[in-house]
């Protein structure tokens, strides 16, 4: 066998496997059944809290900016003026959850639908369900 029919079956082969594990890693109830990219590669980045239980937040935008240290800025701002505050967060439950800590209080939330530009969850204690989009992708 030439080294190119070598080349192209270890190519083929590391790629079935990527597919395999992100088919297997995405068990969200809403979707996708496949991504490309990992739980913590479509979580990471800025997002806006688009609507809670179903509506809108109101006037000003909520932003949450999940960073990969597990660091988390959070706030609000409108047209004029801003306020941003820091937290934590951390995956739970095998990336089915993620806890939030913000002002000393952990919040758990489990995650329903997670793509590149949609998070929907659904904070746990409450029963509250948050829809985020991303900001950036």
Known sequence: MNYQAKFNQ??????????LFNFNSCTYPEGPSLSLRTKQGRLL????IAKIDGQRP????FIM?????GDLKYG???????SYSIG????????E?????IEGNDFVFEIQRLTNSE????????NIEYELEKLDQ
């Open 10 to 19: 270890k190519y083929i082969a590391v790629c079935a496997a990527t597919l």
């Open 45 to 48: 980045g800025k997002w806006e």
């Open 58 to 61: 109101g006037q000003y935008e």
């Open 65 to 69: 900016e999940f960073e990969k240290d």
């Open 76 to 82: 609000q701002r409108n047209d004029t003026e801003a």
């Open 88 to 95: 934590e967060w951390k995956w739970e439950s095998d990336k």
């Open 97 to 101: 959850e993620i806890e939030l800590e």
């Open 119 to 126: 998070l929907l969850m659904e904070e746990t204690e409450d």
